[in-house]
């Protein structure tokens, strides 16, 4: 079955770094754009990164531009965010998703499937 598995998350103090990983398997990574989500604790859940099928296209909402970088390795069908200089109000569970296309990802859109999240702490 669709399995997608993220591993990564920890307690870091500000400014600081955490690499988050998404292991996928039951359908045809490299066949999908990926992204990662999060959401706070009395938030909705809110796009952060998006990449497409074949890593030439990502997206980035405006808070992480220049200090998040998503990337993949369609050989591993693992994505992986790479988040520096940490903020306090990064915390929150990290999501990553499927779907079709790497602009509606970030449109929250056409999401085929998700994972269960980890959490990341940034401590001030």
């Known amino acids: 079955q669709v399995q997608l598995v993220e591993s990564g998350g920890g307690l870091v103090q500000a400014g600081g770094s955490l690499r988050l990983s998404c292991a996928a398997s039951?359908?045809?990574?490299?066949?999908?754009?990926m992204g990662w989500f999060r959401q706070a604790p009395g938030k909705e859940r809110e796009f952060v990164a998006a990449?497409?099928?074949?890593?030439?296209?990502?997206y980035y909402t405006d808070s992480v531009k220049g200090r998040f970088t998503i990337s993949r390795d369609n050989a591993k069908n693992t994505v992986y965010l790479q988040m520096n200089s940490l903020k306090p109000e990064d915390t929150a569970v990290y999501y990553c998703?499927?779907?079709?296309?790497?602009?509606?990802?970030?449109?929250?859109?056409?999401?085929?499937?998700w994972g269960q999240g980890t959490q990341g702490t940034v401590s001030s």
């Open positions: 039951g359908f045809t990574f490299s066949s999908y754009a």
């Open positions: 990449l497409s099928r074949g890593g030439a296209s990502a």
């Open positions: 998703a499927a779907g079709s296309q790497a602009t509606r990802l970030a449109q929250r859109e056409g999401i085929d499937y």
